[in-house]
């Protein structure tokens, strides 16, 4: 059984800085899963934030978290983070990972929550 788990969430003043994690149980990311970082904010649709293909490879981002955030993957440990310095209001959202592989499957997180508020 395929199991995301987020962590890292929490309440920050604007400025400030969390790393979220993802743990992942029932897969290896090495045998070629893309894995990524989505953010849903109140009233809004899912966004992409992040992707990485492979440990040590390129991070993309979407434009609003470029130069702010930093995708990284451990593929020892099963697990990616994104580091977020300097976060803003308009980061809050519910913050979730996903790993996806041709031909096995796209796997999602239950999700976690930033607040970035003064």
């Known amino acids: 059984q395929v199991q995301l788990v987020e962590s890292g969430g929490g309440l920050v003043p604007p400025g400030e800085s969390l790393r979220l994690s993802c743990a992942a149980s029932?897969?290896?990311?090495?045998?070629?899963?893309?894995t990524y970082w989505y953010r849903q904010a109140p009233g809004k649709e899912r966004e992409w934030v992040a992707h990485?293909?492979?440990?040590?490879?390129?991070?993309y981002y979407t434009d609003s978290v470029k130069g702010r955030f930093t995708i990284s993957r451990d593929d020892t440990r099963n697990m990616i983070h994104l580091q977020m310095n300097n976060l803003k209001p308009e980061d809050t959202a519910v913050y979730y990972c996903?790993?996806?592989?041709?031909?096995?499957?796209?796997?999602w997180g239950q999700g976690t929550q930033v607040t970035v508020s003064s």
């Open positions: 996903r790993a996806d592989k041709l031909r096995e499957g796209t796997y």
């Open positions: 990485i293909r492979r440990a040590g490879g390129d991070g």
């Open positions: 029932g897969l290896a990311f090495s045998s070629g899963y893309t």
